[in-house]
């Protein structure tokens, strides 16, 4: 059962207070179960560099921590992508979020360890899958990055979701400086503009992540808040 914070207490963090509630929280799950944390936000948010800051600190305190990306999961493009109301099939049809929590996610959660060999999606490459072989063993923590992690449908799965609080402003010269998929500048704000951001705000408007989030963490100098970290994210 996710860990329930009352809306008056719920409060921005920083990543020092995330990784401390963590370990507070990871002390008190069963010992045969391993802590599940979701980390997500918008693309571009720095989702990313804040889940390897958590994780880095967390090793370092003798933790066995799985990070898991959620990026692979993607459907290919023809299953993906859709030309009509492109935003609302992309939010809808974007990931095979029932296939990742469980085939991989909810057992490794549940056993601590998990052996299993996935189809994953490469941005990339619009063909084809490729083979990969996830293996844990004795996991304490599971960390899961991505986008629309706080769904409805998937709230109850973790016990502390973190979101990653950041201005689409910025999100968008953060994911044009990256150029990730290899495209040209102007294909890339194009698709940000009519697809990903778009269904980022539906996921906004209909799943209310903030505030169901557990703690929230700014990663942006646009947004005034005493705790900003990690501006240079990308």
Avoid at 90 to 100: A, Q, V
Avoid at 159 to 178: G, H, M, N, P
Avoid at 207 to 218: G, K, N, V
């Amino acid at each position: 059962m996710a860990l329930e914070i009352p809306r008056e207490n719920r409060h921005m963090a920083n990543t020092d207070e995330a990784i401390a509630l963590i370990v507070r929280e990871r002390a008190k799950v069963a010992a045969q179960s391993a802590l599940l944390v979701a980390v997500s936000g918008i693309d571009g948010s720095g989702k990313g560099y804040i889940t390897e800051k958590i994780v880095t600190q967390l090793l370092l305190q003798r933790l066995r921590v799985a990070s898991i990306n959620i990026d692979g999961w993607l459907h290919l493009p023809e299953k993906r992508f859709s030309t009509e109301h492109s935003a609302e099939h992309f939010y809808k049809h974007g990931i095979r979020f029932e296939e990742m929590f469980g085939q991989l996610v909810l057992p490794l959660k549940e056993m601590r360890s998990h052996r299993t060999l996935a189809q994953l999606a490469d941005a990339t490459n619009a063909s084809a899958c490729r083979e990969h072989l996830y293996e844990f063993e004795d996991v304490d923590i599971v960390i899961l990055e991505g986008i629309f992690l706080l769904k409805k449908a998937f709230r109850a799965y973790y016990d502390l979701s973190l979101w990653v609080d950041c201005t689409f402003a910025t999100a968008l010269e953060r994911a044009v400086q990256r150029g990730q998929e290899g495209l040209p500048r102007e294909e890339t704000i194009r698709d940000f503009e009519t697809i990903y951001f778009p269904a980022q705000r539906i996921h906004i408007a209909r799943d209310d992540p903030r505030t169901y989030s557990t703690l929230i963490i700014t990663n942006d100098p646009r947004l005034d808040s005493g705790h900003t970290v990690g501006f240079m994210a990308k």
